[in-house]
Every structure is written in structure tokens, then in C-alpha cells.
């Protein structure tokens, strides 16, 4: 960008971020982002986090609008677990693929063929989907949960890597969906190996939603709170990051001496880019788009995601 346009942009976002302050406590309103977000929306969130914590956080906020950026199934938890308060979301054609590769007919067809299965479902999915099933997860807490479950067989959906990455750490027997993420599954051996020749320093930290063959290469397999840590609390200097791009900001802002690579220029989640910060200040100003779900699927729903949350 020219110099000109760089200053014109800056002093738009400055307007922005004004408008967003005045706005935020004339609604008592709080901002959650996931870390996948642009860093122009991180940047003013009032909580950054995964998914889990996010939806811990939307669960116990005391705010009366949640505006949450990140995609819709994020903002759908949020308002089952707080359906007396208003959530927006800044875009609502901010989805996940992931989570639109599980239907509520497919996922009953396989219970009917698995009758002493239990189901657990990966957060990424839809509150139809949620409904149907008996305890949720995120990659934070997926191999607690399946271990918690009482039931030696699990239908697992819908992320069929993040499935097998669970399923060595159990002696349940998993019936594992075929899903993905279109970002982490697109990771291959291949650019790994490119990037660990051109830093042969860096330690590789991967995320569970990348496949197999790829998790096996890494020095550290977690989810993003878990790379966070692992990065921040690591005496090593360098790293080559596997997961969605949008964790630089938090991993740059936790260790600014820190060198990090990411594995390959497609760890970016176009979904999660969907928003901006004019959109989040757009939702604020005319509350809209809100997240609606019925309420007899937000009940249902609602089961599956507090046992998840009760989970130690
Ligand atoms: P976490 O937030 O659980 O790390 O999941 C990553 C993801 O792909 C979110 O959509
Ligand atoms: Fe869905 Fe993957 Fe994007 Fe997460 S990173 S929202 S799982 S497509």
C-alpha cells in the first residue's frame, strides 16, 4: 500500500475504533474474537480466545449484547448458552465449511446403525447438529471429553483428523465422520519440509485439525490456546506455526523476540476473514445481523454444550 493510503486507512480504522467504544457502552456490549480474526478486529476485542474459551466467556458474561467475530456455529453457542442476550455477529455469512459437512438426517441415519454409541460433536457444527448430540468438544478439551463419556463406542463428527488425532489417545472404539477444514487439511508434508529446510531452527507446532501424516512431523500437537502456550512458555527462540494465520497476532503480542513462520501462505481461513472492524461497528450501530436459534433446538443443543463445559 502507498504511503497516502496506508495514513488514510489508519485514520479510518482511529474513527472506527471511537464509534466502537461510544457505541459498546451506550449497548453494554462485549466484544469476543477468536484468534483467527483480522488483527484490526483482535485489536479492539474485549476477549481474545479459541473457541473454547470463548464460549466459557459468552456463558458467564453479565453484558447485554455479545457481539462475537469468528464464524456463525461460534455465534450459535454463544446464544444457546445465553439465549437472554442479544448476540450479532458482524457478517452473517461468516460459515465453516467444516461444520455444513454434518446434517442432522446423516448424523441420526448413523446413531440408528450405532444404537450403543454415544455421539460426540466437534463445536464446529450447526445447533441442529448439536442437538443430536450427547456431549460437545473443541480441539481444547476433545480427548478429556471422549474419555468422560460413558460408552465404549463413539460416533465422532465432524472433523475426521482431529477424530483420528483423539483416537490414539483412547481405548474407545471411534466411528469417525469424514469432515474437514478446508485450512488445516489443505497443510501437506511437502510444505512442511520447505519450511523446516529453509529454518532449520524452528520447532513445528501443529494444530489436530491438520491431517495425519502432517501432525505426525510436529514437535508440539495442540490446540491454539495450547500452541499459544507452548510458543510463550518455550525456551526456544523460533518456530514454524501449523494452524490458521490469525494466531501470529496473539503469538507476536505474547512473544515480540519470538521468530515465527507459518507453514504455508494458505493458512488462512477466508470464513474468519469475512469480518472487518467497519462490520463490527456496522452490527453495534443497527444490531443486526442477530443470531436466532428455536428454542426447542437451543435446548437440546444446550445439553450437549454444558456437559462440555462441566468437563474437568
Ligand atoms: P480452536 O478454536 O478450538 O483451536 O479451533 C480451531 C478452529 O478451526 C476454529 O474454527
Ligand atoms: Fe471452519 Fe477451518 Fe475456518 Fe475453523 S479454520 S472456521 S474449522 S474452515
Redesign the pocket.
Known amino acids: 500500500m502507498e504511503a497516502l493510503a496506508i495514513e488514510r486507512k489508519a485514520e479510518q480504522n482511529r474513527e472506527l475504533r471511537e464509534r466502537l467504544m461510544q457505541l459498546k457502552k451506550e449497548r453494554n456490549a462485549i466484544i469476543l474474537a477468536?484468534y483467527?480474526q483480522r488483527d484490526e478486529i483482535q485489536e479492539v476485542a474485549d476477549f481474545r480466545g479459541d473457541?473454547f474459551l470463548l464460549a466459557q466467556k459468552a456463558a458467564a458474561t453479565e453484558a447485554d449484547v455479545i457481539v462475537f467475530c469468528?464464524?456463525h456455529?461460534?455465534g450459535e453457542s454463544a446464544k444457546i448458552l445465553a439465549p437472554n442476550k442479544v448476540v450479532l455477529v458482524p457478517d452473517e455469512r461468516?460459515?465453516?465449511?467444516?461444520?455444513d459437512m454434518v446434517h442432522p438426517i446423516g448424523l441420526r441415519e448413523m446413531k440408528a446403525r450405532h444404537p450403543n454409541a454415544k455421539v460426540v460433536t466437534y463445536i464446529?457444527s450447526s445447533a441442529d447438529v448439536k442437538a443430536e448430540t450427547d456431549i460437545c468438544c473443541t480441539s481444547a478439551n476433545a480427548v478429556k471429553v471422549v474419555n468422560s463419556v460413558d460408552a465404549d463406542e463413539i460416533i465422532w463428527c465432524p472433523?475426521k483428523n482431529l477424530g483420528h488425532y483423539v483416537s490414539q489417545f483412547t481405548d474407545k472404539k471411534m466411528i469417525i465422520w469424514e469432515g474437514y477444514?478446508?485450512?488445516?487439511d489443505m497443510l501437506t508434508i511437502k510444505d512442511v519440509e520447505e519450511t523446516r529446510a529453509k529454518h532449520p531452527n524452528a520447532q513445528f507446532v501443529v494444530h489436530p485439525?491438520c491431517r495425519p501424516e502432517v501432525v505426525a512431523m510436529a514437535d508440539f500437537v495442540g490446540s491454539t490456546t495450547a500452541i499459544l502456550k507452548y510458543c510463550r512458555e518455550s525456551d526456544r527462540q523460533e518456530f514454524i506455526v501449523g494452524t490458521?494465520d490469525g494466531t501470529g497476532y496473539q503469538l507476536r503480542l505474547d512473544s515480540p523476540n519470538k521468530i515465527f513462520h507459518f507453514a504455508s501462505k494458505f493458512l488462512v481461513?477466508?470464513?474468519?476473514k469475512v469480518n472487518n472492524l467497519k462490520k463490527v461497528v456496522k452490527c453495534l450501530e443497527t444490531m443486526q445481523p442477530q443470531i436466532y436459534v428455536p428454542q426447542e433446538v437451543a435446548d437440546k443443543a444446550r445439553v450437549s454444550l454444558e456437559r462440555m463445559l462441566l468437563v474437568k
Do not use: I, K, L, R
Open positions: 477468536h483467527y473457541s469468528g464464524v456455529f461460534m461468516a460459515g465453516c465449511p467444516m461444520a464446529n472433523d477444514c478446508n485450512t488445516h485439525e490458521e481461513c477466508p470464513n474468519m
